[in-house]
């Protein structure tokens, strides 16, 4: 079967943004662009935390209500969630009410306040660990690679919650540190252009 599916201006796609409608603007401006905004790095990072055992479908559509729960995902503030905020947030309807998922984000906010101590910013971290292009499998062949097998046991060693290596290669998917458009997805050019033209952080 063809990685690729025509989109409704008749330009091939990656065929997984056809399974559902709000698939396809994530995909075509969000999906592979590279990010160096430490709250979309820890937003994206959390979000994950939230999808594992669910459909991406389902946090996508619950973004906007996440986002504001969690306050924009500003670790800093996160950082400083209580009880009666674990408790607030259980009791959200427009989230993904896991009190383990919930404490891990908060958790995790907190190494991420360290993490930027120690490294500058997320992004630079982060940006650290892009992969090589000799490090590339064939686009959307891989759910994990020895990059994300090598950050999720860093991460995991500086204390992060719910960062598996398959959980860490969606990450690098979606914020750009590798390009996993199928070869001719119309936005794999637009995802490489962008790609060359990013200042890597720290770098």
């Known amino acids: 079967m063809s990685q690729t599916i025509d989109g409704p201006d008749g330009q091939p796609r990656c065929r997984w943004c056809a399974s559902a409608p709000e698939f396809l603007p994530y995909h075509d401006r969000e999906w592979g662009f590279p990010v160096s905004y430490d709250q979309r790095l820890f937003e994206k990072l959390s979000l994950e935390a939230f999808q594992s055992g669910l459909s991406w479908r389902t946090i996508l ?83 994990t690679s020895a990059t994300s097998i090598a950050l999720s046991k860093d991460l995991k060693k500086r204390g992060w919650k719910f960062v598996g290596p398959t959980t860490v290669y969606a990450f690098l998917q979606a914020m750009g540190l590798i390009n996993d458009h199928a070869e001719g997805c119309v936005v794999r050019a637009e995802v490489d252009r962008a790609r060359r033209a990013f200042r890597r952080p720290g770098g």
């Open 61 to 143: 559509a619950k973004r906007e209500n996440f986002r504001a729960a969690f306050k924009g995902f500003d670790f800093h503030r996160v950082a400083r969630f209580t009880e009666r905020d674990v408790e607030r947030l259980l009791a959200d309807p427009g989230i993904v009410r896991h009190r383990g998922k919930i404490e891990a984000v908060i958790h995790n906010a907190r190494c991420a306040q360290e993490m930027a101590k120690a490294e500058g910013s997320l992004a630079a971290y982060f940006w650290r660990h892009e992969p090589g292009p000799g490090e590339l499998a064939p686009p959307q062949t891989a759910s």
